[in-house]
Every structure is written in C-alpha cells, then in structure tokens.
C-alpha cells in the first residue's frame, strides 16, 4: 500500500468508530476544500408531500392514455 492509502485506512478505522451524526458533520468539512460551500438540495418537503397527495381527481387509465395519444400525434404529426 501507499503511504497515503495507508493513513486514509487508519483515519477510516478511526471514522468508523464515531456516531453516525458525528461522521454527517465530518463529511462537508473534507469535500468544502474542493468545491466550495454549496449544498445540493431536493425537492422542499411541501412539494414532496404535494406529489403525493395530489389536489386533484386521479386519472382513469383510458383518460391517461388518450392524453399521451393526444400528445404523440401532436408531437409527431408534423
């Protein structure tokens, strides 16, 4: 092994011992160096709970697929 697979083992071995919080906190703090201080995030909570619970009447099979004919030969009839 390289010296340096070598410590990134030991630092694991030690990183593995430590609470699964403590181990979210250590994650951004190693990968900030590398592509500054931005956060990658999701959908927000409501509009994960709206595509679940959608306000509307679902759609009868048929109706979905008259829809999608509707649209193919829209898309494609040109």
Known sequence: MIPVEQEMESILV??????ASSRIVLAPKVL????????VRG???SE??????????????EACRRIVDEVRLRKYAQ
């Open 14 to 19: 030690t990183v593995r011992e430590w609470s």
């Open 48 to 61: 994960v709970l709206g595509m679940l619970n959608p306000k509307g009447l679902s759609l009868e099979d």
């Open 32 to 39: 900030e160096p590398l592509g500054g201080n931005r956060r």
């Open 43 to 45: 959908p927000a909570v």
